[in-house]
């Protein structure tokens, strides 16, 4: 019942170094965990059979089954999910119930994460397959407005996806929270033309970083999110708002290379984190330091000034 880690890693990669390192840190906490190295081109049949396309990736296996995934070197999500599995390695079939339940409420909200939302393998910048690729390229063309979700980064939603929406491949389109198909649908709604009046056309990108801007009347662009923050200057702003016991909301820049680099031109601020009242620029890190220090932060954060 024990649950076991799979490091694929390769000795050129300086990333999986850094990793095993964390993993040394993890097998020190959870001396339940079994935790394991393989040189991912030392094992090519066993890379080729768990889709292993880069490092270091790591598999989760419980009772001899895989039950997770995680592609790259994310050391705080790498926690998560042992901290996770390791917590459940004895799940009564009661619990097991609410976790499938848990799971169907999970994907019904991913689902309904964006008007359009594509779930893939790898990211609009980077599939990782020749069909999430025609995919991509399609709706690109289309000038389609979509959010996508790397199914490789989460092995419960990969497999607990095809259940649920009763589609046993990858890529699969959604608009509204309904499945349209994957690619072979997506291409016949293309011949047809239906695929213009389905898909949900992309705005400007200055009028999305405006909607965005003003999602809510505090918004951070940072790297990561309240829950993870992926750099230490957004990790140390996130502590500052959080102190400030004001509600804020937050996007993640690196889930959109558009926007990361969009912003930077439109608010003539070329860093991360970048803080925004009323949708109106406040500033990055330092800024918010200086405000903090100056008593000024909590009149500024309730758009006082």
């Keep these: 019942r024990s649950l076991v880690v799979v490091h694929f890693w390769a000795p050129w990669a ?95 909200k991913l689902i309904n994460a964006a ?14 397959c020749g069909f999430s690729k025609q995919m991509v390229e399609i709706l690109n063309k289309h000038g389609i407005s979509f959010s996508s979700f790397d199914i490789f980064s989460d092995e419960e939603v990969r497999q607990g996806l095809k259940t649920y929406s009763n589609w046993p491949t990858y890529p699969q389109l959604y608009v509204a ?22 898909c949900p056309k992309a705005c400007k990108l200055e009028d999305r970083l405006k909607t965005l801007i003003n999602k809510a009347p505090v918004m951070l662009f940072m790297k990561g999110s309240k ?28 889930e959109d ?4 680099q969009g ?5 003539n601020w070329p860093t991360y984190p970048q803080l925004y009242v009323k949708g109106e620029l406040v500033g990055g890190l330092d800024i918010v330091k200086e405000l903090k220090e100056n008593g000024e932060l909590l009149p500024v954060l309730k758009g006082e000034n």
Excluded: W
């Design 177 to 198: 929270g309904e499945l349209i198909g994957g690619l072979d649908i997506i291409k016949e709604l293309e011949a047809s033309g239906e695929l213009d009046t389905i």
């Design 257 to 260: 290379e558009e926007v990361r």
């Design 14 to 108: 300086p990333q999986c170094a850094q990793m095993n390192e964390v993993m040394a840190a993890l097998a020190k906490e959870h001396v339940q965990v079994t935790f394991v190295k393989l040189e991912a081109e030392a094992v090519p049949e066993v890379s080729e059979k768990y889709e292993i396309s880069s490092v270091p990736t790591f598999l989760f296996f419980k009772n001899s089954q895989k039950v997770d995934r995680l592609d790259g070197a994310h050391a705080p999500e790498l926690t998560k999910k042992v901290q996770r599995h390791a917590s459940s390695t004895s799940v009564s079939a009661a619990s097991n119930d609410g976790a499938k339940e848990d799971l169907a409420v999970r994907l019904k």
């Design 227 to 254: 829950q993870v923050a992926k750099c230490g200057f957004s990790k140390q702003i996130i502590e500052i708002m959080n102190n400030t016991g004001i509600d804020y909301e937050t996007f993640d820049i690196l």
């Design 115 to 128: 008007p359009c939302m594509l779930f893939m393998k790898g990211s609009p910048k980077e599939p990782r």
């Design 263 to 267: 912003l930077k031109t439109y608010s």
